[in-house]
């Protein structure tokens, strides 16, 4: 019982990454330019269906993420302190992924473009030092 829970507690935590960096992946390389060459209330109109379709995706897997890197964490307790420095800057990286997507999804920022393309960058990081936190401890 308790191997199918922290299975399926990786599981969230990998699909709610994937649909978090995946989308701010989607939002910079493709929705922003694709709204950029529309009239200025169609785009308007596209910006406000996207992020409101986006939002609950958005609370739902930092929510997720939120849940299962506290389980993750707490049934793998005692490494390293360089372990520890590198899941800290993990963390940070990550607040700026959630606070991106909750400015998205909330306001309309002209500068969508930048947001997207630092969160998606942030995340791609994440999961570089996961990559390494995991094959390495």
Not at 60 to 70: E, K, M, P, Y
Not at 78 to 92: E, N, T
């Amino acid at each position: 019982m308790f191997e199918a829970l922290g299975i399926f507690m990786r599981w969230l935590h990998l699909a709610s990454v994937a649909t978090l960096v995946g989308d701010m992946l989607y939002g910079w390389l493709v929705l922003v330019p694709s709204a950029g060459v529309l009239a200025a209330e169609a785009r308007k109109a596209l910006v406000d269906k996207a992020a409101a379709l986006y939002r609950p995706l958005v609370i739902g897997a930092i929510t997720a993420l939120l849940v299962s890197g506290f389980y993750n964490l707490a049934s793998n307790p005692g490494h390293q302190p360089r372990y520890y420095i590198l899941l800290s800057l993990k963390l940070l990286l990550a607040a700026h992924v959630f606070a991106v997507g909750i400015l998205l999804v909330t306001k309309n920022p002209e500068h969508r473009g930048r947001l997207f393309g630092g969160a998606a960058i942030s995340g791609l990081l994440i999961i570089l030092i996961s990559a390494y936190l995991r094959r390495t401890f």
